[in-house]
């Protein structure tokens, strides 16, 4: 009876219904003001992959008292649903005293994650409970050059314990490409040091296949990013991109800045271990944190 399953069968309908349903993917940018955080956002949408199927003007605005805005656009590809919702923050670490300026950011992540927990405990659910988690939280490295900061250490080793972290270094237009890999090493070299396990986590590495591409992606993290939310003309083409003295840095152009990389990641092969990861990392901890809590 069970000599032959089917299992084809089985991906067409997890197809089906995922086609159906669509799904929700939802990412945060953080960092100190003016490093184009808000760019970024734009850069994201207006890129190629969302600029031919996405429905823009989807706006959710969240109350001004939050001050964190959320844009979604659902984007639709071969008959599925994506809601991408991107939510940028206002500047992090503006002030002459930082102490505790994570503070509203890791109440919004846990926000999110105690809304899923009361639909999650309801006795009758929802049958699919609405996903506002974080699932990637996109910080943003100030291109100085140097070393990271107190400030950036602080906010990444409290960060990575609740969300999926992704550095990058912000305006890497700013650098030259020698100091772009130089800076890199030494995040890379200052992440070890202090015990901080950004996105993707080793620890999370499922089998040795997942180990050799994840194990290349670290060695290119911080990606090097550079934003742009307009676009230019170069060899007849409309491309997106910033104009400099050297002419037209394009963002979608993988020799001349790693936005590809870093869409590559969040959107495409990582999307699913990203989300995989918030519920049952993430998430997980969150709820048995809490539900011991309330046991007491
Ligand atoms: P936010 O405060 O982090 O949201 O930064 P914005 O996105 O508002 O950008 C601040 C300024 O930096 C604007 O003038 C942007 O045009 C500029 N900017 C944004 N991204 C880049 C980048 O990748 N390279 C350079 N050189 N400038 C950028
Ligand atoms: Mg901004």
New binding site residues.
């Given amino acids: 009876l069970f000599g032959y399953v089917g299992i084809e069968a089985v991906l067409d309908q997890m197809k089906i219904k995922t086609m159906k349903t669509g799904f929700e993917f939802n990412i945060m940018v953080v960092?100190?003001?003016?490093?184009?955080?808000?760019?970024?956002v734009n850069t994201l949408f207006k890129s190629k992959v969302s600029r031919k199927s996405s429905q823009p003007g989807q706006e959710e605005r969240i109350p001004k008292t939050v001050q964190l805005q959320s844009i979604t656009h659902i984007i639709q590809e071969k008959g599925v649903k994506m809601k991408l919702t991107v939510t940028?923050t206002p500047?992090f670490g503006d002030q002459i005293n930082n102490d505790n300026c994570w503070d509203p950011i890791i109440k919004y992540i846990n926000e999110q994650y105690e809304r899923y927990l009361r639909e999650e405990i309801l006795i009758t659910r929802k049958r699919k409970i609405p996903d506002t988690r974080v699932h990637g939280c996109v910080y943003?490295v100030p291109p100085t050059g140097h070393w990271l900061r107190p400030l950036d250490l602080e906010f990444m080793r409290r960060l990575s314990k609740i969300v999926n972290v992704v550095p990058v270094i912000?305006?890497?237009?700013?650098l030259t490409l020698e100091e772009r890999a130089e800076f890199k090493q030494r995040i890379q070299e200052d992440l070890r040091t202090h015990a901080i396990s950004v996105y993707p986590q080793e620890d999370f590495d499922q089998d040795p296949e997942d180990r050799a591409l994840n194990n290349r992606i670290r060695e290119k993290i911080p990606f090097a990013?550079?934003?742009?939310d307009q676009e230019h003309q170069v060899n007849g083409k409309r491309v997106l991109g910033?104009k400099?003295k050297w002419g037209i840095i394009e963002v979608e152009n993988p020799a001349h800045c790693e936005f590809p990389l870093l869409q590559d990641l969040l959107i495409r092969s990582h999307l699913q271990d990203l989300k995989d990861i918030t519920h049952n990392v993430h998430y997980e901890s969150y709820r048995v944190r809490r539900l011991n809590e309330s046991n007491r």
């Fill in positions: 960092g100190q003001s003016g490093l184009g955080k808000s760019t970024m940028d500047g943003f912000a305006k890497a237009d700013t990013v550079v934003g742009a910033r400099t």
